[in-house]
């Protein structure tokens, strides 16, 4: 469940309140373009676009690179079926990619998957870990002119050598759906960038294609309705001023995990994810692996 102080319940309240009183703005408000600047700033990315959940982020990202009929885009075997239905609601062909011990992409078989056709790939930071060779991998799709996308859905807060999960491949795509690390009230998503083409077409494209830079209503491009409302703006900027406390505590949930459990991985029974010491890990879920 999510967790809202009485401090975040008494902000939260009042706001929502002004709007029901019709002295705010139930959508394309002021306080979805806060939440946009606040995220961004906090990821360190030059831009930022919220949208109604992380599954219209990928779909938008996929469509604004122009995947079509013909491209491919390699994925994870291990994650949530939106990474691949956003491949296939654009018309391209997913790619499956073997997973190594962490549920991390297997560097060796994504080098093997990719093709002439291979367009994008999407890395998931599954469970909130980043990969550690992610630098490494990168630059390997910087070379060929591959697009790399992160599906940071778990990895709010996740970092790498002090480099936030979202501000490290093209685009960074989050989830704040309920069960996350934050949430904007049930539903709700995140696209990250530093690319100013590419935040101006995303923008867009998530707000019915209209132009973004025009103070008439024009619309240039043939997009879709995935807007975040003010409400769930609202709640999200509460959660997001917690955001480095909720991490905090998780990783102190997770010492207690390792302490408790650790008779069982000394005895060779169950293995803890492992990753290097540049890695802060938020663990939006705690992975134990079962070795015998």
């Not at 008779?263 to 169950?270: E, S, Y």
Request: proline share 3%; glycine share 8%.
């Amino acid at each position: 469940m999510p967790f809202f102080s009485e401090d975040d319940i008494d902000e939260i309240i009042p706001q929502l309140e002004e709007i029901l009183k019709g002295n705010g703005f139930f959508t394309k408000g002021p306080k979805v373009k806060e939440f946009e600047k606040s995220f961004s700033e906090y990821l360190g990315s030059k831009y930022g676009v919220a949208v109604n959940s992380c599954t219209s982020a990928l779909e938008i990202v996929l469509k604004a690179i122009g995947i079509s009929d013909g491209d491919e885009v390699i994925v994870p075997t291990q994650t949530f079926v939106s990474t691949a239905s956003c491949v296939v609601n654009n018309g391209g062909t997913p790619i499956f990619c073997e997973i190594n011990h962490n549920h991390l992409v297997d560097f060796d078989d994504l080098k093997a998957k990719i093709s002439d056709s291979t367009k994008a790939v999407i890395i998931v930071h599954f469970s909130g870990l980043i990969h550690p060779d992610i630098w490494e991998i990168k630059k390997y799709l910087e070379e060929r002119n591959i697009y790399l996308i992160e599906d940071a859905a778990h990895a709010h807060g996740a970092k790498i050598d002090n480099i936030f999960a979202g501000n490290i491949g093209d685009f960074g795509c989050f989830s704040f759906y309920s069960t996350k690390i934050i949430t904007t009230g049930g539903e709700g998503g995140f696209i990250s960038t530093n690319d100013e083409k590419f935040f101006n077409l995303c923008s867009s494209l998530g707000a019915i294609g209209i132009d973004k830079k025009s103070n008439d209503e024009i619309y240039i491009n043939a997009g879709s309705n995935n807007r975040l409302t003010e409400f769930q703006a609202i709640i999200g900027i509460a959660q997001l001023n917690k955001l480095e406390s909720f991490v905090k505590h998780r990783i102190l949930i997770a010492d207690v995990y390792k302490n408790k459990l650790s008779q069982l991985a000394d005895g060779g029974f169950i293995k803890f994810q492992e990753f290097p010491q540049n890695i802060r890990h938020p663990y939006w879920r705690f992975i134990v692996l079962i070795e015998n």
